[in-house]
């Protein structure tokens, strides 16, 4: 390395205080700076942060820019950018702006010292900016650092700060324990003099700010076709070295090795561009630039991802023209059967991820694309989700989980969160247990599976979901059209580790959700919530079992529910089966054609039972309630026609009589350790959705 050309400034553990960056330059250098930042904690979110900041103490008015080049996708929500805070303690007043993995600028403040902290907007950028005048706080995103877009401006009324405040970079993994690194240059407005870690975050972060060093930046991608694209990027600072070669790294999602293109000599500034020739259609593809200069550095551009389109370029729903294309399901009741259309945005041009490995990597990276995608299984395995969520935060994935091969998959040790919109989720089991954990404790009183308030048109269909600390399967607060079909809701642990203590909970349906179906389930060895309709929801229960439990169906306050066909066996108190509080008197419901074992009500007096459904969804065919035992049994779950052991033992339990409750996953066996097969699939170019039906039937029904 030239000493001459390259200035390394310092590398700044935390709690370190050092000279300013922009002072040792002057803010004149012509060769670029970069700051990398290293940091953990859980979030910067919420009513306390947990993060690493690089800031100095500034009085007054200030304006605020940067551009963020890089972030690591540890996380969706790991985030990076500018910050005033008034102190620094965790839960201090804060406004942010922030850029997260996929790209997305937004801001977000917390009002208030200790108070729950707030967004606004969500658009594309890497330039990020925050200026105070006076009371006002404004906040900024550019693709240019020359023309600003507003995201919002707050004034006193909404957040007041002191005249003395902390300003400068944070940057949040949201997994405490594990560093993300973000990166940033052109850095104006401020000269952060020090750095420390804010809150819990296990592991130490740091600072690295170095002078001279090469820039590149990954371009648009153009010439898209279905085995082949034009990759695009800029040089635009050598770092003082003579030449640089320039190229691209790709890989498709969700492996982990880069493939390399060929390079492209440049002695000075200015764009390049490689075509990859290589690609495999209807796949997404992670690209970056690289510049490797002639005194021995590298640079990196930020990741960019694309996808690959189809070569039939169909835009229908499916080779015969029709939605409903390919066998029906084995069950009396198909995904779209409730008040949710299953991925009405699937066609022949989804891209699709396909799983090789059963790791949570391979996973995660799949359903954090933001984009239309379908997750399809060349695997089968356990999946270890590390005790820790697994989060959905895109609009628009679904996950075929009986496209593996047998027997399938099985993801433990951590929840599936559905925090996103029009989401599907098939054919797969997931079994949270307790994780090791030995005291109760909040941070993992979860839900084995749940959509997340505020999500619409869901749908959950055969799933085997066990061993939840709170609830096995929920719906979230003032959700819309969410479908629960054909799954096996079992074995919540009862006295676990929920600081709550006894909590063996089948289903809860949020607040305020509006056209929720659950139709042909099983509900099995829970103490409660079968399912428990909250406040406000309009709910149709179809069908489903109801096994071994001590409340059944449970109204609150302002609900309404078309309660139709169900059994309720094995009850184990003299409650009725559909019950409200005592007081409630709110509560309407539906009832026609639901069965009961021995002497216990269906229905307690504080239900106003009703003539008429007050919702039903449209086509929706009820079974005799003499057929519904029968057929759950036969129909429910990830794979009924491929079981794994622990679904069999649930189920042969139902059918022999049993009566019991589990408060460890130890007691019944602990986390299953499924064998790894695999088998290449081939992805149809026309016909995805009968395709997809072809392989829900082949795990359904033991016919095919």
Same mark, same amino acid.
């Given at each position: 390395?030239?000493?001459?050309?390259?200035?390394?400034?310092?590398?700044?553990?935390?709690?370190?205080?050092?000279?300013?960056?922009?002072?040792?330059?002057?803010?004149?250098?012509?060769?670029?700076?970069?700051?990398?930042?290293?940091?953990?904690?859980?979030?910067?979110?919420?009513?306390?942060?947990?993060?690493?900041?690089?800031?100095?103490?500034?009085?007054?008015?200030?304006?605020?820019?940067?551009?963020?080049?890089?972030?690591?996708?540890?996380?969706?929500?790991?985030?990076?950018?500018?910050?005033?805070?008034?102190?620094?303690?965790?839960?201090?007043?804060?406004?942010?702006?922030?850029?997260?993995?996929?790209?997305?600028?937004?801001?977000?403040?917390?009002?208030?010292?200790?108070?729950?902290?707030?967004?606004?907007?969500?658009?594309?950028?890497?330039?990020?900016?925050?200026?105070?005048?006076?009371?006002?706080?404004?906040?900024?995103?550019?693709?240019?650092?020359?023309?600003?877009?507003?995201?919002?401006?707050?004034?006193?009324?909404?957040?007041?700060?002191?005249?003395?405040?902390?300003?400068?970079?944070?940057?949040?993994?949201?997994?405490?324990?594990?560093?993300?690194?973000?990166?940033?240059?052109?850095?104006?407005?401020?000269?952060?003099?020090?750095?420390?870690?804010?809150?819990?975050?296990?592991?130490?972060?740091?600072?690295?700010?170095?002078?001279?060093?090469?820039?590149?930046?990954?371009?648009?991608?153009?010439?898209?076709?279905?085995?082949?694209?034009?990759?695009?990027?800029?040089?635009?600072?050598?770092?003082?070295?003579?030449?640089?070669?320039?190229?691209?790294?790709?890989?498709?999602?969700?492996?982990?090795?880069?493939?390399?293109?060929?390079?492209?000599?440049?002695?000075?500034?200015?764009?390049?561009?490689?075509?990859?020739?290589?690609?495999?259609?209807?796949?997404?593809?992670?690209?970056?630039?690289?510049?490797?200069?002639?005194?021995?550095?590298?640079?990196?551009?930020?990741?960019?991802?694309?996808?690959?389109?189809?070569?039939?370029?169909?835009?229908?729903?499916?080779?015969?023209?029709?939605?409903?294309?390919?066998?029906?399901?084995?069950?009396?009741?198909?995904?779209?059967?409730?008040?949710?259309?299953?991925?009405?945005?699937?066609?022949?041009?989804?891209?699709?991820?396909?799983?090789?490995?059963?790791?949570?990597?391979?996973?995660?990276?799949?359903?954090?694309?933001?984009?239309?995608?379908?997750?399809?299984?060349?695997?089968?395995?356990?999946?270890?989700?590390?005790?820790?969520?697994?989060?959905?935060?895109?609009?628009?994935?679904?996950?075929?989980?009986?496209?593996?091969?047998?027997?399938?998959?099985?993801?433990?040790?951590?929840?599936?969160?559905?925090?996103?919109?029009?989401?599907?989720?098939?054919?797969?089991?997931?079994?949270?247990?307790?994780?090791?954990?030995?005291?109760?404790?909040?941070?993992?009183?979860?839900?084995?599976?749940?959509?997340?308030?505020?999500?619409?048109?869901?749908?959950?269909?055969?799933?085997?979901?066990?061993?939840?600390?709170?609830?096995?399967?929920?719906?979230?607060?003032?959700?819309?059209?969410?479908?629960?079909?054909?799954?096996?809701?079992?074995?919540?642990?009862?006295?676990?580790?929920?600081?709550?203590?006894?909590?063996?909970?089948?289903?809860?349906?949020?607040?305020?959700?509006?056209?929720?179906?659950?139709?042909?389930?099983?509900?099995?060895?829970?103490?409660?919530?079968?399912?428990?309709?909250?406040?406000?929801?309009?709910?149709?229960?179809?069908?489903?079992?109801?096994?071994?439990?001590?409340?059944?169906?449970?109204?609150?306050?302002?609900?309404?529910?078309?309660?139709?066909?169900?059994?309720?066996?094995?009850?184990?108190?003299?409650?009725?089966?559909?019950?409200?509080?005592?007081?409630?008197?709110?509560?309407?419901?539906?009832?026609?054609?639901?069965?009961?074992?021995?002497? #216990?009500?269906?229905?307690?007096?504080?239900? /106003?039972?009703? @003539? =008429? +459904?007050? %919702?039903?969804?449209?086509? *929706?065919? $009820?079974?005799?309630?003499?057929?519904?035992?029968?057929?759950?049994?036969?129909? #429910?779950?990830?794979?009924?026609?491929?079981? /794994?052991?622990? @679904? =069999? +033992?649930? %189920?042969?339990?139902?059918? *022999?009589? $049993?009566?019991?409750?589990?408060?460890?996953?130890?007691?019944?066996?602990?986390?299953?350790?499924?064998?790894?097969?695999?088998?290449?699939?081939?992805?149809?170019?026309?016909?995805?959705?009968?395709? *997809?039906?072809?392989?829900?039937?082949?795990?359904?029904?033991?016919?095919?």
């Amino acid at each position: 390395m030239n000493p001459d050309r390259r200035t390394f400034l310092r590398a700044l553990g935390a709690g370190s205080i050092g000279a300013t960056t922009a002072g040792l330059f002057g803010g004149g250098a012509a060769a670029a700076t970069v700051i990398s930042m290293r940091g953990g904690g859980d979030d910067i979110w919420g009513t306390a942060d947990a993060f690493h900041y690089h800031y100095t103490e500034l009085n007054g008015d200030f304006d605020v820019a940067v551009q963020n080049t890089g972030i690591d996708n540890v996380e969706s929500w790991t985030k990076a950018g500018p910050m005033v805070r008034e102190s620094l303690a965790p839960d201090a007043k804060n406004v942010m702006v922030r850029r997260r993995p996929n790209g997305e600028a937004s801001m977000q403040y917390r009002p208030e010292d200790g108070a729950e902290t707030e967004s606004v907007g969500g658009t594309p950028a890497d330039w990020l900016r925050l200026k105070r005048s006076g009371d006002t706080i404004e906040t900024y995103h550019s693709t240019d650092g020359e023309t600003w877009t507003s995201i919002t401006t707050l004034g006193g009324d909404d957040i007041s700060l002191g005249d003395s405040v902390y300003v400068g970079l944070a940057v949040t993994s949201h997994l405490s324990g594990t560093l993300a690194t973000a990166t940033f240059q052109n850095l104006s407005g401020v000269e952060p003099d020090r750095n420390r870690d804010i809150g819990d975050v296990d592991v130490a972060g740091s600072v690295e700010s170095t002078a001279g060093v090469p820039l590149v930046s990954t371009g648009d991608v153009t010439d898209l076709a279905p085995n082949s694209a034009t990759l695009t990027g800029e040089l635009s600072d050598l770092g003082g070295a003579g030449s640089a070669a320039c190229y691209f790294e790709y890989r498709e999602v969700p492996t982990e090795s880069w493939n390399t293109t060929a390079s492209t000599e440049r002695s000075s500034p200015g764009a390049f561009s490689v075509e990859a020739d290589d690609l495999t259609e209807r796949r997404y593809y992670e690209v970056r630039a690289v510049a490797d200069t002639a005194d021995g550095d590298t640079a990196r551009g930020a990741v960019s991802t694309f996808s690959t389109p189809n070569p039939s370029n169909s835009k229908a729903p499916d080779s015969a023209g029709s939605d409903h294309a390919g066998p029906d399901s084995a069950s009396q009741f198909g995904p779209s059967d409730g008040f949710a259309e299953a991925a009405p945005w699937l066609d022949d041009d989804t891209p699709v991820i396909v799983i090789t490995e059963p790791t949570r990597h391979q996973l995660e990276k799949a359903v954090t694309v933001d984009g239309e995608r379908l997750v399809v299984f060349e695997t089968s395995g356990t999946v270890d989700l590390g005790v820790r969520d697994l989060p959905i935060p895109y609009d628009k994935c679904y996950i075929a989980g009986q496209t593996a091969p047998s027997p399938g998959v099985t993801l433990v040790r951590g929840r599936v969160n559905v925090a996103a919109s029009d989401c599907v989720l098939q054919h797969i089991r997931v079994r949270l247990g307790d994780a090791g954990i030995e005291e109760p404790t909040e941070d993992w009183a979860l839900d084995t599976v749940n959509t997340a308030d505020e999500t619409e048109n869901n749908v959950i269909d055969h799933v085997s979901a066990s061993w939840s600390v709170d609830e096995c399967l929920s719906v979230g607060y003032e959700t819309a059209d969410t479908t629960v079909s054909n799954c096996l809701v079992a074995e919540a642990l009862d006295d676990s580790v929920h600081p709550k203590g006894e909590h063996g909970y089948g289903s809860l349906i949020g607040n305020d959700a509006t056209n929720v179906a659950m139709l042909g389930n099983v509900w099995a060895f829970n103490t409660d919530r079968h399912p428990r309709l909250k406040e406000g929801t309009e709910s149709v229960v179809v069908n489903n079992v109801m096994y071994d439990f001590e409340d059944g169906t449970w109204l609150d306050p302002d609900t309404e529910a078309s309660i139709v066909g169900n059994a309720y066996r094995k009850p184990n108190s003299d409650k009725a089966n559909v019950f409200a509080e005592d007081g409630v008197d709110t509560a309407t419901a539906y009832l026609e054609d639901n069965v009961t074992d021995d002497d #216990v009500p269906m229905v307690d007096e504080n239900v /106003t039972v009703v @003539d =008429e +459904r007050p %919702l039903w969804p449209d086509g *929706l065919a $009820a079974m005799p309630s003499d057929r519904t035992f029968e057929h759950n049994l036969e129909h #429910v779950g990830a794979r009924p026609a491929d079981r /794994t052991a622990t @679904d =069999e +033992r649930i %189920l042969e339990h139902v059918e *022999l009589g $049993a009566s019991y409750l589990v408060d460890s996953q130890k007691q019944v066996g602990g986390y299953p350790d499924l064998p790894v097969n695999s088998h290449e699939l081939n992805v149809p170019n026309g016909g995805t959705r009968p395709w *997809l039906r072809s392989w829900s039937r082949r795990v359904e029904s033991p016919d095919g």
